[in-house]
């Protein structure tokens, strides 16, 4: 890691993403700049539609911009359950294998892990076009936890599964935390007080910074009342 990026996970560089959409176009983000900080747990909050989960996945590289830059000075993790990165046609043991070479990893050990925690028997050996969505997200999850990460993003999802299996992925992923950061989208006060100590709001196509977590929620939750009273809502 270059002396530039020794406080920070993630740069984004004067980062504009816009979709085409029926009547145009829809800015998610507008020229932002912003840093997400080493050491720090960042709730990423936004009204519906915002754009919060397509900045996850700018952040985790799953998107591009369309124009600007992303600078990535820690090893970031997908979103946390997402399983859309896996190859349909391939095994589920193929497709932890290819991951665990890709990120440099034990394959083997990788793939022990994997293969214990998800916990879909004779599933892992079968192409993974073949899963439910419940058995695709148990894996995806127990790679994410396999591999060790700088960073994890999480996406509103947390856990996966039965009661017993989402308790063991509470307890895998706070362990994870314990040397690791996390940059997460959740619309549950309380989980992001859990996880996180500060926020970034995104508004408007742009990104706003706050050190303290309980002023962030504050704040967005002031907009919303802003939002609802212009429109009547609740009038």
């Known amino acids: 890691m270059n002396a530039a990026g020794a406080d ?34 960042v709730a ?5 539609g915002a ?19 992303i600078v990535r000075h820690v090893r970031i993790s997908w979103p946390l359950g997402f399983a ?6 391939m095994t589920g043991r193929e497709n932890v294998r290819f991951v665990a070479r890709i990120y440099g990893c034990d394959v ?12 879909i028997g004779d599933h892992y050996f079968m192409p993974m076009r073949t899963y439910s969505s419940g058995m ?22 947390l856990a996966v599964g039965d009661a017993v ?26 989980l992001l007080r859990h996880y996180c100590d500060s926020a970034a709001i995104l508004l408007d196509g742009q990104l706003y910074s706050f050190s303290d977590l309980e002023e962030g929620i504050a704040t967005y939750e002031e907009i919303i009342r802003e939002r609802q009273a212009a429109s009547g809502v609740g009038a």
């Open 44 to 48: 990423v909050l936004g009204l519906n």
């Open 108 to 119: 083997a050990g990788v793939e022990d892990f994997v293969r214990s925690f998800a916990d």
């Open 84 to 89: 859309g990165g896996f190859a349909g046609r």
């Open 8 to 41: 920070i996970n993630v740069r984004l560089i004067d980062v504009t993403k816009r979709y085409r959409v029926r009547n145009g176009h829809k800015t998610v983000l507008d020229r932002v700049t912003f840093d997400f900080p080493r050491g720090r747990r």
């Open 51 to 69: 754009g919060k989960s397509t900045l996850i996945r700018l952040i985790a590289g799953a998107e591009e911009p369309t124009t600007g830059h």
């Open 136 to 157: 695709k997200a148990r894996l995806a999850f127990g790679l994410s936890m396999a591999i060790d990460f700088d960073c994890y993003l999480v996406d509103e999802i």
């Open 165 to 190: 299996f989402r308790r063991r992925c509470q307890q895998v992923f706070s362990q994870r935390l314990e040397r690791a950061d996390i940059i997460m989208v959740a619309h549950n006060p309380n």
